[in-house]
C-alpha cells in the first residue's frame, strides 16, 4: 500500500472504531439503491453494473471463444450479411412457403 491509501485506511479504521452500537436496539436493514429501501437480487445485480458501459454486439462476438468461423458467421448474421452464394434463401425449405428473415436462423414455426 502507498502512503495515500495507508491513511486512508486508518482514517477509515478509526471511524469505525468511534461508532458506539446500543444493544437494545433493533437492526435495521435498508437498501439505498431503491426507492422503497428494499433488497432484491434484480437491483443488487443492477447496481453492480450500474456504471459499466456495455459493448456492441459485435465487440462480444469477437471477445467470445467460439471457433473463429463461428465468430465470423455470427458477426455476418449480426450485420445482415451472410453469404448465400447466388441462393435465394427466401423460401423455407421445410415448408417451401415461409420466409424468413437471415437475424433468425430458424426457417419457419413448423
Same mark, same amino acid.
Given at each position: 500500500? !502507498?502512503? +495515500? +491509501?495507508?491513511s486512508e485506511f486508518f482514517l477509515l479504521w478509526q471511524r469505525l472504531a468511534?461508532?458506539?452500537?446500543d444493544p437494545e436496539r433493533e437492526d435495521v436493514l435498508l437498501w /439505498?439503491? &431503491?426507492? !422503497?429501501d428494499i433488497y432484491s437480487a434484480k437491483l443488487a445485480y443492477e447496481a453492480f %453494473? +450500474?456504471?459499466q458501459v456495455r459493448a456492441s454486439v459485435s465487440e462480444q462476438i469477437w471477445r =467470445? /471463444?467460439?471457433?473463429? &468461423?463461428c465468430k %465470423? %458467421?455470427?458477426w455476418l448474421a449480426s450485420k445482415n450479411r451472410c453469404w448465400t452464394e447466388g441462393f435465394d434463401?427466401? #423460401?423455407? $425449405? #421445410?415448408? $417451401?412457403s #415461409? /420466409? %424468413? +428473415?437471415?437475424? =433468425?436462423? $430458424?426457417p419457419c414455426s413448423t
Amino acid at each position: 500500500m !502507498d502512503e +495515500a +491509501a495507508l491513511s486512508e485506511f486508518f482514517l477509515l479504521w478509526q471511524r469505525l472504531a468511534n461508532i458506539q452500537l446500543d444493544p437494545e436496539r433493533e437492526d435495521v436493514l435498508l437498501w /439505498r439503491w &431503491s426507492t !422503497d429501501d428494499i433488497y432484491s437480487a434484480k437491483l443488487a445485480y443492477e447496481a453492480f %453494473f +450500474a456504471g459499466q458501459v456495455r459493448a456492441s454486439v459485435s465487440e462480444q462476438i469477437w471477445r =467470445s /471463444r467460439a471457433p473463429y &468461423s463461428c465468430k %465470423f %458467421f455470427a458477426w455476418l448474421a449480426s450485420k445482415n450479411r451472410c453469404w448465400t452464394e447466388g441462393f435465394d434463401i427466401g #423460401v423455407c $425449405r #421445410v415448408c $417451401r412457403s #415461409v /420466409r %424468413f +428473415a437471415i437475424r =433468425s436462423q $430458424r426457417p419457419c414455426s413448423t
